[in-house]
């Protein structure tokens, strides 16, 4: 069965401290990966695909990367407004449901 | 920029009612999708749709539920008989192609069965 797994479930960071927030995955073959931010009361906002190991996207202070298990969302120098829960999904060649994890809630403060 | 809109932003049934939930895709968009979100759960799949019929669907999109696109603009998910378990919010997503086009999301439809 496949399976997407985030951690941490919720990180808490101080403006300006960069961490990285992990997904990993078991499919039976990778079509592609998104990563999506949503924000409380929201839909999910489109970050960034990445559909094979060793690809990096970059956006702003985000940074995603994917390897044959995992991918990673970097975030740099995070500021208050990157507070949302962060959700990783994966599709897969059997079709193009998307299989999401359970998200990691980020908050920055001050 | 162009997005996905879904009405009523929160609908309240009674048991055993039946619901309709709108979207308006993205204009140019020829895939569209349904999703739920089950309070403090993951964001669960529900069907795909394209040209007038449905491409995918999960083991969730039973014989309750059903899906149409009326007209050139709406897209709307149909429940049957809800039940108590059916409350979670409810996502439309729409893509331009499938595989290298990412779903774009509405902001969703809160659905409390009481």
């Known amino acids: 069965e496949d399976q997407v797994t985030q951690s941490p479930e919720a990180l808490r960071l101080q403006e300006g401290e960069s961490s990285s927030l992990n997904c990993s995955y078991t499919v039976s073959g990778l079509r592609g990966l998104f990563w999506y931010r949503q924000d409380p009361g929201k839909g999910p906002e489109f970050l960034f695909t990445l559909y094979s190991a060793g690809e990096e996207k970059e956006k702003e202070r985000l940074k995603a990367t994917l390897t044959k298990k995992e991918s990673f969302l970097h975030i740099t120098a995070p500021k208050p407004e990157d507070s949302a829960t962060y959700l990783c999904?994966?599709?897969?060649?059997?079709?193009?449901?998307?299989?999401f994890g359970k998200g990691t809630s980020l908050l920055v403060t001050p | 920029e162009p997005e996905v809109t879904q009405t009523p932003s929160h609908q309240v049934t009674q048991m055993g009612q039946e619901v309709i939930l709108r979207c308006v895709p993205i204009?140019?968009?020829?895939?569209f999708y349904w999703y739920r979100q089950i309070l403090g759960q993951k964001v669960e799949f529900l069907v795909s749709f394209y040209n007038n019929e449905i491409s995918e669907k999960s083991e969730i999109f039973d014989d309750q539920f059903s899906v149409e696109r009326p007209d050139g603009s709406n897209f709307t998910l149909k429940i049957r008989s809800t039940k108590l378990e059916d409350s979670a919010m409810y996502f439309c997503a729409s893509s331009e192609r499938q595989g290298d086009q990412p779903q774009h999301f509405g902001d969703g439809t809160r659905l409390s069965i009481l």
């Open positions: 999904a994966v599709q897969t060649n059997s079709g193009y449901a998307l299989n």
């Open positions: 204009s140019n968009h020829l895939y």
